[in-house]
């Protein structure tokens, strides 16, 4: 580490939750190698065909709700905790294994899967429990105006004030476990190094913004995170 950095800001992806059994999206087992994204995973699919869609983000609800934070996530709450300048997580998952590992500032950009919204009265509510096309918003009492509470392709991402000022104000950016394909979270490390931030990214393989990069430790990040941690603090 040649400098001290003050403000540290992580992108979080799949590749962060694998090591706790979660599927990834892309690569080997990925969930988009079984389902078509165009059926289950845009908001186009959403309004045309709702149970379905509905249906595949209640099975993952019940997957995630049991999965558990991995030595990836206990070393960014270890960071937190113990480095002297501010850690922000901007996470590109709708899992909770952040919070489960006792993160905190974790803003979640494609938003969780244990919210529901109601798209009539705009609640939102956290609940572990899956939802139907037909059940009626606790609330307002609309019909068919629940879904999760999470961003579908097609739709903005959360918190863009949040994520814009943080790119903005990082001194270290870290992509941990995303593969780098999908904008606009993507484009971040872009964002974060033209305002003078170094860049580090934790994968398995390169990811595809690979050159955007200062330098890419591959491995998992169940392993290679606590080390960086590890030196880090020592640093400090
Ligand atoms: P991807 O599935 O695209 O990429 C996961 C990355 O993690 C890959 O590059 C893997 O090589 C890497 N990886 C896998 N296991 C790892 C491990 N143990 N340690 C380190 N790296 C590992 O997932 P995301 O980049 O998160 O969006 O995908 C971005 C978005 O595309 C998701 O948020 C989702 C998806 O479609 C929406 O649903 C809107």
Not at 101 to 125: E, F, L, T, Y
Request: proline fraction near 5%; charge should be negative.
């Amino acid at each position: 580490m040649p400098k001290k950095y003050r403000k540290i800001v992580f992108l979080t992806g799949a590749g962060i939750s694998a090591e706790s059994g979660l599927a990834t999206f892309r690569g080997g087992n990925g969930l988009w190698n079984n389902r078509n994204v165009d059926d289950v995973a845009t908001i186009q699919a959403f309004y045309n065909n709702r149970n379905d869609v509905l249906g595949f983000y209640n099975e993952l609800r019940n997957e995630i709700a049991t999965a558990e934070p991995n030595a990836a996530h206990f070393a960014m709450t270890r960071l937190q905790q113990k480095f002297p300048g501010e850690v922000y997580i901007l996470t590109q998952n709708v899992d909770t294994l952040h919070e489960k590992a006792q993160s905190n500032n974790v803003c979640h950009i494609h938003g969780q899967i244990n919210k529901i919204r109601c798209m009539h009265c705009n609640n939102v509510w956290e609940t572990w429990n899956g939802i139907t096309a037909e059940a009626l918003c606790p609330f307002c009492q609309a019909k068919e105006s629940l879904r999760p509470d999470i961003v579908f392709f097609g739709e903005e991402i959360m918190f863009t004030p949040v994520v814009r000022e943080l790119l903005r104000s990082a001194d270290l950016f870290i992509a941990a476990g995303t593969s780098g394909e999908i904008p606009p979270a993507s484009d971040f490390v872009r964002e974060a190094c033209k305002n003078g931030a170094a860049a580090l990214a934790f994968n398995l393989e390169p990811p595809a913004n690979s050159a955007c990069f200062d330098r890419i430790i591959l491995g998992k990040a169940g392993e290679t995170l606590p080390k960086f941690v590890d030196t880090l603090l020592a640093a400090v």
